[in-house]
Structures are given as C-alpha cells and as structure tokens.
C-alpha cells in the first residue's frame, strides 16, 4: 500500500481533492490532502508562505506515515512537489505531476511564465487580479470557469470556481532549491491535460521536455481531471503505484 499525499494547486483547497481520495482508497492505499498554508481555510499570513514553508509542513506529515509514498502535486503543486521530492528524497517513491509546473533549480511559477507565455494566451495568466498590496492574486469565477473546468460538467465547473480563494503570492514568487543528489534521484511522472486552458499543453510539454520525465501519461482534458476525469485518473495513479512503490 502506498500514501498518495495531495498537493492542490493556486487558489485551491484540501476540497479539490474530494472525488479522487475515495477512489484512490478503494483500491488500497491512503491518500492525504491537505489545505496548504495560506490556502483554503489555513490562515498562515500570506506574506509568510514560500515553496518551502508549504514543502515543509507536507514533509511533515510523510514523517508521521510508514511505507511509500508518492506526492502528486497539480498545477502550482508541482513546485511543491518537487520542494518535498528534495527534502524527502529516500521516503518519496514518485513524484506524479498532474498538469503541474515541473520546473529546474532556482525558478518560480512567475519566472516560468515570465519566458515562456506568448500573448495569444488567455489562460489563468492573463486572468489574474492582485490585492492592492500585493499579497494575495485571485480569479474571477466566471474566468476560473472557462480556464480551469472548460471540459468538465457546467454544474460541477461552476460549483469548484465558487470555492476559490485568494493565493498568497509569495509561494508563486518563490524559486526552487533543488539539488540533483536529493531532488534527482526521485523518479518523476507527469500527466499532461490535452484541452487545458490554464497551463497550456504547449507550456506542459515545454516543462517536461527541458526537465525529463520517466514515464509521461495523457489525458485529453482540461486543467482539472481530478474534477471531470477522476476515474481514469485513478487508473493512472494506482498503475504508478504498483510500478514505483510496490
């Protein structure tokens, strides 16, 4: 049996996760999520929350579990993902990067996106509004819709965007302490969305390319399956599973 630790995305919450972790516990294994800090109902200061702090605290929890354990960061997740995957590298079997930013040593979301976004994208990137201090970015709603649950149920889209909260910048702004003795010697999967309208596929397939990958799945979705495909999503992790930490 495997621990599956969760690791949500901007914006998002532990809540995100709730139709994945019965599925991923009917076939065996556990799975945690939680809300990180600064996220969902976590009140951590805004200010206050880097990749590290949030790394830290799901490094933690791996401390108070036995046997493998897999993270799967999604979307903003995967810098955590691969935060923990350095700080825990001989507990962590995999790290699994679900539509996620996979990205090298010493960068941060906004730096990735900083090189690579072209204007004709209208993803979450360009949808983005900030707090009059600048701590906390959000997203409207109705744009989170059309970005983020494009092919998923409209009733469900709308339900999931209504749950959004404002993301401390700071973790978005926080570069990557990777070494390639800890953080490299964790296998990496990465699950690429076809339809995603937030993290483009184009952007996807950029990461995975400049920072390689052992084994690559698809799904023809959007930014979201653990939302509108969380049964073949499933199928995915377990296979993972039983590959990397059996």
């Given at each position: 049996m495997a621990t599956?630790?969760?690791?949500?995305?901007?914006?998002?919450?532990?809540?995100?996760?709730?139709?994945?972790?019965?599925?991923?516990?009917?076939?065996?294994?556990?799975?945690v999520a939680v809300?990180?800090?600064?996220?969902?109902?976590?009140d951590t200061p805004p200010q206050t929350v880097t990749t590290m702090l949030i790394a830290e605290k799901v490094a933690a929890l791996i401390d108070q579990v036995d046997g493998p354990v897999i993270v799967l960061g999604h979307s903003m997740g995967g810098t955590v993902a691969s935060q923990v995957s350095e700080l825990r590298p001989a507990r962590v079997s995999a790290a699994v990067y679900l539509c996620a930013f996979l990205l090298p040593n010493g960068q941060s979301c906004i730096d990735f996106y900083d090189r690579a976004w072209k204007p004709s994208m209208t993803g979450a990137h360009a949808r983005v509004t900030h707090s009059e201090d600048g701590l906390v970015s959000m997203i409207d709603p109705e744009a989170a819709v059309e970005v983020f649950f494009n092919?998923?149920?409209?009733?469900?889209?709308?339900?999931?965007?209504?749950?959004?909260?404002?993301?401390?910048?700071?973790?978005?702004?926080?570069?990557?302490?990777?070494?390639?003795?800890?953080?490299?010697?964790?296998?990496?999967?990465?699950?690429e969305t076809l339809q995603d309208q937030s993290v483009f596929h184009e952007l996807q397939k950029q990461m995975y390319t400049e920072t390689p990958v052992d084994k690559l799945y698809t799904l023809?979705?959007?930014?979201?399956?653990?939302?509108?495909?969380?049964?073949?999503?499933?199928?995915?992790l377990i296979e993972i599973a039983g590959e990397y930490a059996s």
């Open positions: 599956f630790f969760l690791i949500h995305g901007a914006w998002q919450g532990a809540w995100v996760w709730q139709k994945l972790t019965p599925l991923i516990e009917a076939a065996g294994h556990a799975a809300d990180l800090p600064g996220d969902g109902h976590d092919t998923s149920d409209p009733e469900e889209a709308r339900a999931a965007a209504a749950r959004l909260t404002p993301q401390p910048e700071a973790s978005r702004r926080s570069r990557l302490q990777l070494s390639e003795e800890n953080y490299g010697s964790v296998p990496r999967i990465y699950i023809d979705t959007d930014h979201a399956p653990l939302v509108c495909a969380p049964e073949r999503l499933t199928e995915i």
